[in-house]
């Protein structure tokens, strides 16, 4: 988890000038989501490319996600190698990394930690996505990272990994992107390409880049700007995301990000504390979350169907239910999961992942399956 360090930074006091630019570019109408170049010779595989629900069968399938690895080297030479053979058994419909592709401190943002993640997602037999993480990018301001400018960091994930609207891996499909400049990089407004969107045989996927150290609010750097043009961005791609899989009429949706927001106020020592009916965080830290959770809410109370909430960041495995309503009543159509990350506290690889089986026909749509990675596995004491 990141060390997150009270700032004397108020996310609401936004420029006039910054909001207004950034609500002038959400009502610029944009016929759908764009998508950007197909192929290039960066990809390797085999060729297999297709569009997102072009296969008419409906059976049942699985899907693999995993994150915040690896952190050390004996996880990126042995872990991880581990972990994408394990994979690559499984014969799954595609996988998703949710972010953080190396340690929070004491580990250079260079450009090999991209280069690296580049080669482990493209050696996934299925089509492989990836939402940055806050190690990646947020953080890398640190001094103990290198000291880079973190948008620079992100601009440069943004060209290296998601620079054509294809998923990672041997097998590829083409997804949705969010072409609308929202998005602040060094030059200024920039597409969200980060952010995907893709539907396989009923349920629709989406990518977003929600980030932990209070979503860049807080910690070596905080950035009041991009922070408010990504969350508008990151609202309006959820809206979207509902929107699609109305229109679709698909039977559940899965969102995933990197950063653990904190529900409610059970959890400081992994996440923000936060008033689980009002959504405020109660914890004095600058709260990057609040709005977008709320209207997140709105969406999944009106959806009425399962909506799964993937994340990273506190590397704590878990599945669990905790969004409430204004009221205090349990969304029970809601599941938060959090994937298993990095845990050398164990003292061991401990490189695992989620398995998920997907049947549109079945009344929840999503059963989780964790994933111990054989050739990862230790004695228990």
Not at 351 to 370: I, M, P
Request: charge should be negative; aromatic fraction near 10%.
């Amino acid at each position: 988890m990141m060390l997150r360090i009270s700032r004397s930074v108020r996310p609401r006091r936004q420029s006039p000038l910054i909001r207004a630019f950034v609500v002038s570019l959400l009502a610029v109408s944009f016929a759908g989501a764009m998508r950007i170049g197909a192929s290039d010779g960066r990809f390797n595989g085999r060729g297999d490319e297709r569009d997102d629900d072009d296969r008419d069968d409906d059976a049942g399938y699985a899907i693999g996600l995993w994150g915040d690895l690896p952190y050390s080297p004996l996880q990126a030479t042995i872990g991880v190698p581990n972990l994408i053979s394990d994979v690559n058994q499984q014969h799954l419909e595609f996988t998703v990394h949710d972010g953080d592709l190396k340690a929070g401190s004491n580990s250079p943002c260079s450009d090999a930690v991209y280069t690296q993640s580049l080669a482990y997602l493209n050696a996934m037999e299925a089509p492989a996505m990836f939402t940055p993480g806050d190690n990646d990018w947020t953080d890398c301001d640190r001094p103990s990272n290198g000291g880079f400018s973190s948008l620079e960091r992100l601009d440069h994930e943004r060209q290296l990994l998601f620079n054509t609207s294809f998923s990672f891996g041997q097998r590829r499909i083409r997804q949705k992107v969010q072409m609308t400049p929202l998005c602040l990089g060094v030059g200024g407004p920039v597409p969200c390409v980060e952010n995907r969107r893709w539907t396989v045989r009923g349920v629709t996927y989406a990518t977003l880049n929600i980030q932990g150290s209070c979503n860049n609010l807080c910690d070596t750097a905080p950035d009041p700007a991009e922070w408010f043009a990504r969350n508008q961005a990151d609202i309006a791609w959820m809206h979207e995301t509902f929107m699609e899989a109305l229109a679709r009429r698909s039977a559940a949706i899965m969102f995933i990000s990197q950063a653990n927001p904190g529900w409610d106020m059970s959890d400081g020592t992994r996440a923000p504390l936060r008033n689980p009916q009002t959504l405020a965080e109660a914890d004095g830290q600058p709260d990057g979350f609040q709005e977008f959770l709320v209207a997140l809410r709105n969406e999944v109370i009106a959806f009425r169907k399962p909506v799964a909430y993937v994340h990273g960041d506190s590397h704590y495995f878990r599945v669990d239910k905790p969004f409430l309503d204004a009221q205090g009543r349990r969304l029970e159509n809601f599941t938060r999961v959090e994937t298993f990350g990095d845990n050398q506290a164990n003292g061991n690889n401990d490189v695992n992942w989620l398995k998920v089986l997907v049947d549109a026909h079945s009344r929840e749509v999503f059963s989780y399956q964790q994933q111990i990675v054989p050739g990862n596995r230790t004695a228990v004491p």
